[in-house]
């Protein structure tokens, strides 16, 4: 089944302790991005990927590091997670760059005391 | 830099109602794509438009792209409680989100 797998769905930590979200998708996409969505602000994304190795930041990048080595993986990395980044996160990946529907994960709900 | 932004951002239908949301774009759109996410769920791709002035149906929902390719609507007929969720639409390559239109549906 053509799907993107995000771990863990949800995370409850402390300020500082560094965490890894990881994204998997299995339909060989070239892109991939995350985002984070807060009540009445919609999807924003932190961070976006073209193909492998190949990394760009989106309209909210301050905080997180992605990584891609691989074209099917593609974590979300806090390495000094804060309050303010408590969020619920998606995963999404698609074919191409241009034109292309997106496919996103279920979700990963983290909160950061 | 670009913006898409949607309105409203919450409506509220008695089921039967019909229901829309807008969406503008301060930039021209080379296509819009619409998704929708149920409670809890993750956002689902509904249509992509791509043509000025485009029109897609899906059995009850209308999708419609304006002449100028800056703003674009979704338009359900007589909703159902199936239509509750938020509705997202998302311009060009990098795919800019709205806010969103969360409806509810009264039964």
């Known amino acids: 089944e053509a799907q993107v797998t995000q771990n863990p769905r949800y995370l409850i930590t402390v300020t500082g302790k560094k965490l890894t979200v990881t994204c998997s998708q299995n339909?060989?996409?070239?892109?991939m991005s995350w985002y984070r969505q807060d009540p009445g602000l919609g999807l924003r994304q932190i961070y976006y990927s073209m193909n492998v190795e190949v990394t760009d930041k989106g309209d909210v990048p301050e905080g997180y590091k992605v990584s891609r080595k691989e074209k099917r993986n593609f974590p979300l990395i806090l390495e000094s997670p804060s309050p303010n980044q408590t969020s619920l996160y998606f995963c999404?990946?698609?074919?191409?760059?241009?034109?292309?529907?997106?496919?996103f994960g279920d979700g990963t709900r983290l909160s950061i005391l | 830099g670009q913006q898409v932004m949607q309105i409203p951002q919450y409506q509220h239908v008695q089921e039967g109602e019909d229901f829309t949301t807008y969406c503008n774009s301060s930039t021209t759109l080379s296509n819009i794509q619409w998704y929708k996410q149920r409670p809890g769920g993750h956002p689902v791709f509904l249509i992509q438009?791509?043509?000025?002035?485009e029109v897609k149906k899906q059995k009850r929902l209308t999708f419609q792209f304006g002449e100028a390719k800056k703003n674009s609507s979704l338009h359900i007929t007589a909703t159902q409680t199936t239509d509750v969720g938020t509705y997202f639409c998302?311009?060009?390559?990098?795919?800019?989100f709205g806010q969103g239109t969360t409806l509810q549906v009264k039964p």
């Open positions: 998302a311009g060009a390559g990098k795919l800019i």
């Open positions: 339909m060989n996409h070239e892109y």
């Open positions: 999404a990946s698609r074919l191409s760059s241009f034109n292309q529907p997106q496919h």
């Open positions: 438009l791509v043509k000025s002035g």
